[in-house]
């Protein structure tokens, strides 16, 4: 099942219960109701973030007109802070600092981005550093570094050989005698020039992937390591995200390294400069006249990447037009777009869409920001660059006996040099600022803390019977999702136990908190308000590495890891020892999750592994990751495409094939006979109604030592074997108690029971079963 992209979300986060995801694909493709619309808050943008960073947006809801009525930019914030104001650029709304005041020196903030960032930065940039001296070879890190700053010499180097050269070529000229040896050194000093040059980027270039290799494999390592240290509720949590990328480390260094090489070519250029204009006639001012314009441009750029800013695209038809298309394009929405028929509605909305939007600019913000400037700071600024040149030719008309050849060329070189050294200072400038914020964001992410900061005690508490489930008390509890703005209770002061060793069956209606409280049981979440003990102890105590150590959790969302299938299997139990047992262990447990027949089916002939008979569906990875890549999409007919197709070819299983994967890693962990608390929440939606009874059948065989909930819709298998029923109903507890005294009571229980019941009675309906002799017998059960 689907979530359109045009789709219903809780601002700040998107989860639904089961049913509402059902809900939300229903209203989407009805279109009979409001159109929810939402404006994506991950959208967000490297740059020096401050306040803009944490604000969240609001769901905003339309009606159908207002989405189709949507050329304008609409307001889908909440009121802004004082601090804070806006712009809209184009599609964009751009959310800045408001600025302390509207007359801003040139250049001012230029500088105060740079002065911010290197106090903000510099010690990151040194543990950076120190950590890239611990990846790379020492050697080998510092003939990299000496090359990259080559590249900075290397300017001001050629200038002044070929300002040797020229003069030496003038002087022969206006001499009429050549001096030929001076001739053929100069050109032999620019010839081992080039060749040290060539020798020295070469090298650098050879090198470079190797470093970057080993950059991304560090950092790489460093963020999974984050991440499995990420507890369940940060990771929930959209601000908690570890986004980092670990190849953007090499990018961050290699602009640290660009940095340097720029001020090493600007000291080395402008020193140059100095010392041709000491001979020059008026030299120091032509060189001050070549910097002008680079210089005004570097400091009072009208950029949006000096900012703090957070943009976002509030154009409703715009935002319909990519919805419609990525369901166009998506191939995980093909089948409900073509059994829905939705092709010609797409196209239609689409077109709409689209046309409704036409003329709008969506360029990035940064580049429609830049478009803001009115032409006379850049008439201003090309005609300083014209002043040089001007002031030559005045100089030459006014002194024609000074006037040189060769010094006019070099002139012109340096201008030249000058203007682009200080240019790429301009755009410098904000790369330096975004890549030193994602070296930030990196270290940010790498040093993300667990949440819970009581844990004390090691699960089981001492003195526990090994032979005893797990004993669960709540105690007042009451639940509402982190970040969830209303701070709505999801959970109402439950309180209950569940004795060591019992059948707990968990029932009640869609969106009652079932699926929340099997997150608590579990500990994935900790209580807003109440205690839950875990064998008389809280259990926000226990250290939860250790508790996760006795828990086995099982629900409909499990997934096919991208391993082979039998350690899909075996990864329910990591601890079992390698080798033979470990294998059939597996295989004992894919027979009670009911996998066993679908693995075996997978094994098939693999065309690539010429003599090897048959790949063993045991060793069959489901999903691989992504290994091929190709020059050309799609790849044309012929041989190459047919290698590709063989090593893109991939196996599937059915939904309840997935099913019966994930129980068997579920009783990979049973057979550890270490579980004391098994939960398991609906995870056989898609099985059919032999392997479902199978499963809890083998299950339930197992529940000596442990306490076992199960959370179902359908009671039928459970609820006669249950010690204990929970009914849930809006987040509350209303009844408890067996069965029997469920039925008894004629409460919601009874309700839910004989809704299901009824069905039964009503539509089995056969020759050799009359209506008058139809069989409750779902009632009998009872
Ligand atoms: N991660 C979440 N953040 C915020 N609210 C959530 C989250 N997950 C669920 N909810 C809300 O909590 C309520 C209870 O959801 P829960 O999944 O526990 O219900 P359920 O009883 O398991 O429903 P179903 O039978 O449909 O699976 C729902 O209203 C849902 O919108």
């Known amino acids: 099942m689907l979530i359109y992209p045009i789709e219903c979300v809780h601002p700040g986060h998107r989860h639904y219960s089961k049913s509402e995801r059902t809900y939300v694909a229903l209203i989407t493709s009805r279109m009979d109701r409001h159109l929810w619309y939402f404006q994506d808050s991950e959208s967000r943008w490297d740059g020096p973030y401050s306040c803009v960073d944490n604000y969240i947006f609001r769901l905003h809801v339309f009606s159908e007109k ?106 022969s000229f206006t001499s009429g005698s050549p001096d030929l040896r001076e001739i053929g050194l100069a050109i032999t000093q620019r010839v081992l020039l080039l060749v040290v040059s060539s020798v020295i980027y070469w090298f650098m270039y050879r090198i470079q992937p190797v470093i970057k290799n080993a950059i991304k494999l560090h950092f790489q390592k460093r963020i999974l390591e984050a991440n499995l240290n990420q507890d369940f509720t940060t990771c929930q949590d959209n601000s908690g995200k570890i986004n980092a990328d670990a190849s953007e480390a090499f990018y961050c260094f290699s602009e640290v390294l660009d940095t340097a090489d720029l001020i090493f070519s600007v000291i080395t250029q402008v020193g140059f400069v100095l010392n041709f ?29 000096d900012k703090t800013f957070v943009a976002h695209i509030t154009n409703a038809a715009y935002n319909r037009s990519t919805a419609m298309f990525s369901l166009a394009t998506g191939s995980e929405n093909k089948q409900e777009v073509l059994t829905c028929g939705l092709e010609d509605y797409i196209a239609k909305e689409y077109t709409k869409a689209s046309n409704e939007c036409e003329g709008i600019p969506d360029d990035y913000p940064s580049t429609l920001y830049g478009l803001r400037n009115t032409p006379f700071r850049d008439v201003c600024i090309e005609l300083m660059g014209e002043l040089p040149t001007i002031y030559y030719v005045a100089s030459c008309l006014s002194q024609p006996s000074k006037f040189s050849i060769s010094t006019l060329a070099m002139l012109h070189q340096t201008a ?37 900061k009581e844990e004390l005690f090691t699960y089981p508490p001492s003195g526990k019977d090994r032979n005893e489930g797990m004993n669960v008390e709540f105690e007042d509890v009451s639940f509402h999702y982190p970040g969830t703005p209303s701070n709505k209770l999801v959970l109402k002061s439950l309180s209950f136990t569940l004795p060591s060793s019992s059948l707990v069956v968990i029932v009640g209606a869609n969106g009652s908190g079932k699926s929340t409280l099997v997150k608590l049981l ?13 064998d008389s102890k809280p259990s926000t105590t226990y250290i939860s590495s250790s508790l996760f150590h006795y828990l086995a959790l099982l629900t409909q969302d499990h997934s096919i890891f991208p391993v082979p299938m039998l350690e899909n299997i075996t990864m329910g139990d990591p601890d079992c020892e390698e080798g033979e047992e470990r294998t059939r262990r597996g295989k004992e447990s894919a027979r009670l999750g009911g996998a ?16 090897k008979p048959k790949e063993d569906g045991w060793d069959k990875v489901l999903h691989p990751v992504q290994s091929v890549t190709c020059s050309h999409w799609p790849m044309p007919e012929g041989q190459l495409k047919d290698v590709m197709d063989k090593i893109e070819k991939q196996l599937d299983l059915s939904g309840g094939e997935k099913q019966r994967v994930a129980a068997s890693r579920t009783f990979m962990r049973l057979l550890s006979g270490r579980t004391k608390l098994v939960v398991v929440d609906e995870p056989t939606s898609a099985m059919d109604p032999e392997g479902e009874l199978q499963l809890f059948n083998n299950l339930r065989s197992m529940r000596h030592g442990k306490t076992m909930v199960f959370v179902t819709h359908r009671f039928g298998h459970l609820t006669k074997h249950a010690d204990l029923i929970l009914c849930m109903k809006d987040g509350e507890l209303v009844e408890s108690g067996s069965h029997r005294e469920l039925i008894e009571k004629k409460g919601e229980y009874h309700k839910l029971y004989n809704i299901q019941a009824t069905a039964f009675t009503e539509d089995v309906v056969t020759p050799t079963n009359p209506p008058s002799s139809r069989t409750n017998t779902l009632n009998n059960e009872g």
């Open 522 to 534: 579990t500990n994935l979440y900790k209580p807003s308000t109440g205690t839950i003990y875990l």
């Open 277 to 305: 204009s000491r001979n020059q006639e008026q030299g120091f001012v032509f060189a001050m006249l070549c910097i002008a314009k680079p210089i005004m441009s570097a400091i009072d750029t009208k950029s949006l990447w």
């Open 596 to 611: 066993f027949e679908a693995i075996e089916k997978l094994c098939v002939k693999d065309e690539l592994k010429e003599g």
């Open 66 to 171: 207002n989405a189709s009525d949507s050329t304008s930019n609409t307001n889908t914030l909440e009121e802004l802070p004082p601090s804070l104001t806006f712009v809209d650029l184009g599609v964009w709304r751009v959310i800045l600092e408001r600025p302390n005041s509207y007359f801003v020196i040139p250049g001012k903030q230029t500088l105060q981005l740079w002065r911010d960032t290197i106090i903000s930065i510099s010690g990151i940039l040194l543990q950076f550093f120190h950590d890239l001296l611990r990846i790379i070879n020492p050697w080998t890190f510092a003939a990299f570094l000496i090359a990259h700053l080559w590249t900075g010499i290397d300017g001001a180097l050629r200038l002044h050989l070929e300002s040797r050269a020229l003069d030496t070529i003038e002087r």
């Open 416 to 452: 030249t040099s000058l203007r682009w050294t200080f240019d790429r200072i301009a755009s410098q400038n904000n790369n330096f600022a975004q890549y030193m914020n994602k070296i930030k964001s990196i270290y940010d992410s790498i040093s993300a803390k667990h949440e819970n």
